[in-house]
C-alpha cells in the first residue's frame, strides 16, 4: 500500500496524559499536513511542513500541541496533557508537485483519539 | 475570515433521483474550491478542483460547477455506492498566514437508498 499511514489507528487516554501519533506520507510527496476532525465538522487545519519545515501552524493550535518531521520523511504529532476537548479525529495528509498553492491532498485513515 | 457553507447537512435521495450539492463561501481572493468525498471512519478523499468561474469538471456521475459565490456538486442517477459525506473546501491567495491550509465546510452527508 501506497497510501498515506497513520498510527494508531485509535487511541483511548486519560486526561492529562500525553499521546504521540504518526504520519507517514506518500514517498515522494514533500508536503505534509495534520488536521483535526470532530463529529458533523469539517477537517480543521493545523500544521503544515515543507520537507522538515514546519511553514505553517493554525493560531487555534494550543501550545500544548507540538508536531515534528524529522529528515522530512515520516511526522509525529504529540499532544501535551490531554483534555476531554482533544477528543478527535487527526488526520494527516500530503502531497506533492511544483505548485505551492495545491488542495489536492491525499489523506490517511486518520488516528482517533478519545480522552476520558 | 474565509467561510464555506454547505448545504443541506443531509440529503437522501432514491436510487437514480439525480440532485445537487451546494457550497457557498466567503474568502478574500480565491485561489481554488475543491471537493472531496468521505465514507465514515475514513479521511476524505479528493474529488475535484475549481479554479475559475465558470470552470466545470466531471467524474462518472459527478459534476462540479464553480460561479463567483458558490459551488455545486450535481449527482446525476445516483447509486447506493455514492452515499458518502461530500466535503468542499477553498485555498485562499493571500501570501503570509494561511496560504497552504484548506478550510472546510461541515460537508453534506448524502444517502442513496436502493
Not at chain 1, 504520519?23 to 505534509?32: A, G, K, V
Not at chain 1, 515534528?68 to 494527516?92: N, V, W
Not at chain 2, 475543491?34 to 471512519?41: A, E, K, S, T
Not at chain 2, 459534476?63 to 449527482?75: C, D, G, M, P, W
Amino acid at each position: 500500500d501506497t497510501g498515506v499511514s497513520q498510527d494508531p489507528r485509535h487511541k483511548i487516554t486519560k486526561r492529562g496524559q500525553n499521546v504521540t501519533f504518526r504520519c507517514d506520507p506518500i514517498s515522494e510527496h514533500n508536503r505534509l499536513y495534520w488536521y483535526r476532525q470532530t463529529l458533523g465538522q469539517g477537517p480543521e487545519f493545523l500544521t503544515y511542513f515543507q520537507n522538515e519545515a514546519q511553514l505553517e501552524k493554525s493560531r487555534l493550535l494550543s501550545d500544548r500541541f507540538s508536531a515534528e518531521r524529522p529528515k522530512g520523511s515520516f511526522s509525529t504529532l504529540e499532544i501535551q496533557r490531554t483534555e476531554q476537548g482533544d477528543s478527535a479525529m487527526y488526520l494527516c495528509a500530503s502531497s506533492g508537485g511544483t505548485s505551492l498553492y495545491t488542495g489536492e491532498l491525499f489523506f490517511g485513515e486518520g488516528s482517533r483519539l478519545t480522552v476520558l | 475570515e474565509d467561510q464555506v457553507t454547505q448545504s443541506p447537512e443531509a440529503l437522501r435521495l432514491q436510487e437514480g433521483e439525480s440532485s445537487s450539492l451546494n457550497c457557498s463561501y466567503t474568502v478574500s481572493g480565491l485561489r481554488g474550491l475543491f471537493w472531496y468525498r468521505q465514507d465514515p471512519g475514513k479521511g476524505p478523499e479528493f474529488l475535484f478542483t475549481l479554479y475559475s468561474a465558470g470552470e466545470e469538471k466531471e467524474k462518472e456521475r459527478l459534476k462540479a460547477t464553480l460561479t463567483k459565490k458558490e459551488s455545486f456538486l450535481h449527482i446525476t442517477a445516483p447509486k447506493p455506492e455514492d452515499s458518502a459525506t461530500y466535503l468542499c473546501a477553498v485555498q485562499t491567495h493571500y501570501s503570509g498566514a494561511g496560504s497552504y491550509q484548506l478550510t472546510f465546510g461541515k460537508g453534506t452527508k448524502l444517502s442513496v437508498i436502493p
